[in-house]
């Protein structure tokens, strides 16, 4: 829930972007952010997993946390170095040459998010909510504060007679602000996770860091792959559209602001995932491990399921989110949403690849997905723009799905109920099309559109609880037995 207020918080500024920002100039913040998406996993390379992995027993976690943290200090500060100097040539390498400031922010920001990933994993390892979320909320505070004084407060105190702000504001600046607000945040955050930091001991541990890099290294393929299947679209928009410079930019920025409202399921997968990961750790060796687990992807999947439903159901309140001029791209929302319930179904099926030490494994699956998400956006982007993308993403998802079950079933055998999902999934899907059709046919009839939509949300909720309800009697009766 902590992370879900957090996320919803920092989602707020979406409809301040696309109603301040020109389409192309979003389509720059929505480049940018994911080129970042990239390096965050070349920065962290997957040390998070490897302190769960061998940091849950008690009497060694602080051991390798410590050695987690000396090693992810030394190579923030080395590839932030290294971003620094080269700000110049890698801006002109990403189509910005005019903008090597905007490199030598996102160097900073890079460093302070992986910095903190070590602090945040401990706290969610040892089950401390509070100041999980305090951490978390001051970030989005801060960063939300900022976009607002310099985006908002600053114009309008100008217009407003108040020139003081033009020392700390300048009217050329506009997204360059969102970067500086980003950095700002992720050192007021860093600094509050002061007291996670100096738990850091002395001396760093080699031969405990040599067994945590084999166990991640092939995740950092996993988390590789995994931004090729979510970002690399937004990347290729911008090359493979055959507009000008500015006109792939501006599709690029529509693209990505409809992207966010497929992304708003995510606030709840994200959080899952927080509590998930830890708890099917701290719970492999149970006797009921495999079943908590099929339970657990169940309800995931009745959960993001239902908040799809309602998103599609309740569009028309929906698409205010973001600004007018981004709503043309709505169409590819309904993919979007489908591909992200099927992105939170993976992350269930794939724990097995940490839980059994068979991480590489899922390197391989990764690296399929990845290379079917290159082959497919080569092909579809230039035919069919970003709605060729959206259904890229829906395809590598379900196709990750498929591979990582299969490859799972022998080692790892969860006895996950795909009936009742795929059952929860399709009546959601014709309840929406039911809806549609209502209003193709009766265009004009708007009461009876909310009406129907109400009564099918309803309806939706009530046919989760009778069918849940009946199979627990049923499973009650059977264990009596």
């Not at 302190?51 to 027993?57: I, M």
């Not at 009839?445 to 009778?466: D, E, G, T, V």
């Not at 069918?467 to 499973?475: D, H, N, P, R, W």
Request: charged content about 10%.
């Amino acid at each position: 829930m902590s992370s879900i207020v957090a996320r919803l918080l920092n989602f707020l500024l979406v409809p301040l972007y696309t109603r301040l920002l020109p389409q192309h100039e979003y389509g720059i913040v929505t480049d940018l952010y994911s080129w970042t998406a990239f390096l965050i996993v070349v920065y962290s390379y997957r040390m998070e997993s490897a302190f769960f992995r061998f940091g849950t027993p008690v009497e060694d976690r602080g051991r390798t946390y410590s050695t987690g943290m000396l090693s992810m200090l030394g190579t923030s500060v080395g590839l932030t170095l290294l971003l620094l100097v080269f700000s110049t040539p890698v801006a002109h390498a990403l189509g910005y040459p005019e903008h090597p400031e905007y490199i030598r922010w996102f160097a900073l920001i890079l460093a302070f998010d992986a910095l903190c990933e070590l602090p945040f994993a401990r706290l969610r390892l040892e089950q401390r909510p509070k100041r999980f979320v305090a951490a978390k909320i001051l970030n989005i505070a801060c960063y939300i504060s900022l976009n607002l004084f310099w985006l908002v407060f600053c114009p309008w105190a100008t217009q407003n007679g108040h020139p003081w702000v033009r020392v700390v504001w300048s009217p050329t600046l506009q997204i360059e602000y969102i970067f500086l607000s980003n950095a700002i945040a992720g050192a007021v955050t860093l600094l509050f996770l002061l007291p996670q930091l100096l738990q850091i001991r002395l001396p760093f541990d080699a031969i405990l860091w040599k067994k945590m890099m084999r166990y991640a290294w092939p995740l950092i393929i996993v988390g590789f792959a995994g931004m090729i299947n979510e970002m690399l679209s937004r990347v290729m928009l911008k090359y493979l559209l055959t507009g000008t410079e500015q006109e792939n930019l501006a599709q690029l920025g529509v693209f990505g602001a409809n992207y966010k409202l497929a992304m708003l399921i995510t606030l709840f997968t994200q959080a899952y995932r927080y509590a998930a990961e830890p708890f099917f750790f701290r719970n492999a060796g149970s006797e009921n491990a495999l079943q908590t687990q099929a339970d657990a992807t169940k309800w995931f999947t009745i959960v993001t399921t239902m908040g799809m439903l309602a998103i599609l159901l309740f569009m028309d309140i929906i698409q205010f989110f973001i600004g007018k001029n981004y709503r043309e791209g709505l169409a590819v929302v309904p993919i979007l949403l489908m591909a992200n319930v099927l992105l939170g179904i993976y992350y269930n099926l794939s724990v097995w690849f940490r839980l059994k030490d068979r991480t590489m494994t899922g390197a391989v699956v990764s690296v399929a997905g990845a290379l079917l998400t290159v082959v497919l956006n080569l092909w579809w982007i230039p035919l069919f723009g970003y709605v060729g993308a959206s259904w890229v993403t829906l395809i590598c998802y379900a196709f990750m799905c498929l591979a990582t079950w299969q490859t799972g079933r022998k080692h790892y055998p969860v006895p996950y109920p795909f009936r009742s999902m795929a059952f929860y999934i399709g009546v959601a899907l014709v309840f929406y099309a039911l809806s549609k059709g209502l209003m193709a046919v009766l265009p004009d009839q708007l009461w009876l559109h909310w009406a129907l939509r109400i009564i099918l949300f309803i309806s939706y909720i009530l046919l989760i609880w009778k069918k849940e309800k009946s199979l627990s009697s049923v499973t009650a009766a059977s264990g009596n037995t």
